[in-house]
């Protein structure tokens, strides 16, 4: 499944704010969570730092849903 491209504003952005920004997250708290149970990867290895920095092109997986960072 491709992933869905979400658009960012910013040279780069935390894993735990793009989740909640691209709706793989319903908030902080959930985010976090998600993160530090290792249910989330990052390109796809699992990542367990939710201050991850982020950059275009990276892909983000959680389950069966995935987002890109676009600029």
Same mark, same amino acid.
């Given at each position: +499944?491709?992933? @869905?491209?979400?658009?960012? !504003? ?6 735990? *704010?793009? +989740? ?8 902080? #708290?959930?985010?976090? +969570?998600?993160? *530090? !149970?290792? =249910?989330? @990867?990052?390109?796809? =290895?699992? =990542?367990?730092?939710? %201050?991850?920095?982020?950059? =275009? %092109?990276?892909?983000?997986?959680? #389950?069966? *849903?995935?987002? *890109?960072? !676009? @600029?």
């Amino acid at each position: +499944m491709k992933p @869905r491209p979400v658009a960012i !504003s910013t040279d780069f952005i935390r894993l735990d *704010q793009f +989740m909640k920004f691209a709706d793989l997250a319903g908030g902080g #708290g959930e985010a976090k +969570m998600l993160i *530090q !149970s290792g =249910e989330v @990867r990052v390109n796809g =290895e699992v =990542e367990t730092r939710r %201050g991850k920095k982020l950059y =275009e %092109g990276d892909v983000v997986a959680l #389950g069966g *849903q995935s987002a *890109q960072v !676009s @600029r």
